[in-house]
């Protein structure tokens, strides 16, 4: 290779580095007041995956209570397991019904339960959770790690 095309291959790198880390920093970078989980309205979340999606779930009543689910087989699992139909509230612990929950959304789609408004705008107030960490277990437990 000759140092002309040495010298082309890398300013091509340099542009391509210099073009993306704005998109990068766009993408990790929010307002100071602005909180990275979003409430999210339980018709638009799939209650077994945990996860948010953009339009209606499939409804799923189950004992006069409204659960959701992304598909059949989730509405299935939905109906037959007490277990699926709770989640773990972030900040007390608690066992919360999926159907009376208050939900938030974090940035990656993946929802989190709340008893309350008032846990839910305690852990929207913290750092983003890390990829994999266990969003079970309450945040006096994680504090004291």
Known sequence: MGKGTTMKTVL???LVMVMTIPAIAAETARD???SWLKPVEAKYVCMMNNKAF???QIV???????YYGCCPMCAEKLK???ELRQGTDPVSGNKVDKA???IGAGPDG???????????HQFSSDPVPEKGQN???PQAEKKGQ
Do not use: H, M, T
Not at 60 to 65: K, L, N, Q, S
Not at 110 to 120: L, T
């Open 54 to 56: 953009d339009k209606p």
């Open 80 to 82: 037959g397991s007490a």
């Open 12 to 14: 091509l790198a340099l």
């Open 32 to 34: 100071p007041g602005e």
């Open 60 to 66: 799923v009543e189950v004992e006069g209570r409204i």
């Open 135 to 137: 969003q079970a277990a």
């Open 110 to 120: 993946v929802v989190y339960y709340f008893e309350n408004e008032g846990n839910f």
């Open 100 to 102: 009376s929950a208050v």
